[in-house]
Nanobody, 119 residues
Framework: QVQLVESGGGLVQAGGSLRLSCAAS????MAWFRQAPGTEREFVAA????????YYADSVKGRFTISRDNAKNTVYLQMNSLKPEDTAVYYC????????????????WGQGTQVTVSS
């Protein structure tokens, strides 16, 4: 059973920063997705277990950084220069194969953590 536990969400002013963490029960390809009210879940960033490949959505490139500490089975999402449109529930996802941007490629999901950016 793959378990994912997210933490680090909260309320921040526009221009501020937050770091999300996702602790996994093993080594997997990992990704972050987000979902705002009334919208579909969208891809944010992904990273392979070997750190050989990293992917970002265009909307977060240059502002967000995905990283991982394999010794701790933990993936991070450092979010800088936050905007009100970044407000969403952020979900950590994992799969046993390669990293990608499609939510259908990830069978394992965390419970989500709320990020709210005020203007």
């Amino acid at each position: 059973q793959v378990q994912l536990v997210e933490s680090g969400g909260g309320l921040v002013q526009a221009g501020g920063s937050l770091r999300l963490s996702c602790a996994a029960s093993g080594l997997y390809a990992m990704a972050w997705f987000r979902q705002a009210p009334g919208t579909e879940r969208e891809f944010v960033a992904a990273i392979t277990w070997s750190l050989s490949s990293i992917y970002y959505a265009d909307s977060v490139k240059g502002r967000f950084t995905i990283s991982r500490d394999n010794a701790k089975n933990t993936v991070y999402l450092q979010m800088n220069s936050l905007k009100p449109e970044d407000t969403a529930v952020y979900y950590c996802a994992a799969n046993r194969g390669s990293a990608g941007s499609s939510s259908s490629g990830y069978p394992y999901w965390g419970q989500g953590t709320q990020v709210t950016v005020s203007s």
